[in-house]
């Protein structure tokens, strides 16, 4: 299984540039969430869904929007990239049982200059 | 709102020797999970914990959760070289998953 896959690994983007980071789980899960770690910090939720059509703030939304059409994906939008939202981005899932272990993708390494 | 927060933030010890981290967080939630993030990866769950007085142990590591406390513990034993990592902590409430800033270790020959 892939478990959870993030594209791209890499990007740099220029100040008010937009973008969107992919996600995309094949473990069936009905819980996602995007959390960015900045360097030596640890991780703040962006935004979270509980199933498909169904998405909420997290800890960090602003700058960000999250859509979730279907079970398997949960792209993460930034709009009018800014210095402030340099970071490593990670998509994880779960299944939302009780025990709620999260699976990470290998995560986004984004810089906007 | 939900605070979970970590001591140390930074941890150097010997190989050999005996530390614990500490998790502490504010909310009555009864889930608690311990991750383990090596450098330039991703976070791999380490302890599942969802319950008050739940104890779990792999290898070196010991993880356990006191609710009335609002307390984790990861307990290292015999450290050894491959157990330097950033170790964080996450509290699940609801369906919102706050994470600790996490625990530099680093084991030393």
């Known amino acids: 299984n892939a478990g959870v896959t993030q594209t791209p690994k890499f990007r740099i983007l220029k100040i008010g540039q937009s973008m969107t980071l992919q996600c995309t789980q094949d473990?069936?899960?009905?819980?996602m969430y995007w959390y960015r770690q900045d360097p030596g910090m640890g991780l703040k939720l962006i935004y979270y869904?509980?199933?498909?059509?169904?998405?909420d703030k997290g800890e960090v939304p602003n700058g960000y929007n999250v859509s979730r059409s279907t079970t398997e994906d949960f792209p993460l939008r930034l709009e009018l990239a800014a210095p402030s939202q340099t970071s490593v981005y990670f998509c994880?899932?779960?299944?939302?049982?009780?025990?709620?272990?999260?699976?990470f993708g290998s995560g986004t390494q984004l810089s906007v200059l | 709102e939900l605070k979970v927060e970590q001591n140390p933030l930074f941890l150097s010890m010997q190989e050999g020797k005996n530390y614990t981290i500490y998790c502490n967080y504010s909310?009555?939630?009864?889930?608690l999970y311990w991750y383990r993030q090596d450098p330039g990866k991703s976070l791999e769950s380490l302890f599942v914990?969802?319950?008050?007085?739940a104890v779990k142990q792999e290898g070196r590591l010991m993880a356990s959760l006191d609710t009335k406390a609002r307390l984790s513990t990861l307990h290292i034993t015999a450290a050894v070289h491959d157990l330097s990592a950033t170790y964080f902590c996450?509290?699940?409430?609801?369906?919102?998953?706050?994470f600790g800033a996490g625990t530099r270790l680093t084991v030393k020959p």
């Open positions: 994880a899932s779960s299944s939302g049982s009780k025990g709620r272990k999260l699976f």
């Open positions: 473990m069936n899960h009905n819980y």
């Open positions: 869904s509980v199933g498909a059509g169904i998405t």
């Open positions: 909310t009555t939630s009864d889930r």
């Open positions: 914990l969802l319950s008050n007085g």
């Open positions: 996450a509290v699940d409430e609801d369906n919102d998953m706050r």
